[in-house]
């Protein structure tokens, strides 16, 4: 069964840094050409946040984390990561990943992992 495995979030202030962790459960994510991270906050619709291309690393970001942060894989972990730093209050969400780019083809999302930035 295709499931993505999210971790790594928790509690930070205002201008700290976490990294989320993707990894893939029964499967290999190299096989899927495309990995997206997305979040959702409270309130709120999913929306994309960052994605990476497995078969030339291409990347892209939403406009507000461009510079923040940072996606990138590991094949031998099978596993995607998003590095974020200076974290804003706006990041606060549950974030997801998937083999995808586009969040209008995701009709089921995983368990994510909580992400608040918060003093």
């Known amino acids: 069964q295709l499931q993505f495995v999210e971790s790594g979030g928790g509690l930070v202030q205002p201008g700290g840094s976490l990294r989320l962790s993707c990894t893939a459960s029964?499967?290999?994510?190299?096989?899927?050409?495309?990995v997206g991270w997305f979040r959702q906050a409270p309130g709120k619709e999913h929306e994309g946040v960052s994605c990476?291309?497995?078969?030339?690393?291409?990347?892209w970001y939403k406009d507000s984390v461009k510079g923040r942060f940072t996606i990138s894989r590991d094949s031998a972990k099978n596993t995607v990561y998003l590095q974020m730093n200076s974290l804003l209050p706006e990041d606060t969400a549950v974030y997801y990943c998937?083999?995808?780019?586009?969040?209008?083809?995701?009709?089921?999302w995983g368990q994510g992992t909580q992400v608040t930035v918060s003093s």
């Open positions: 998937e083999a995808t780019c586009n969040v209008d083809y995701v009709h089921s």
């Open positions: 029964g499967f290999t994510l190299d096989y899927y050409n495309i």
């Open positions: 990476i291309s497995s078969s030339d690393d291409s990347t």
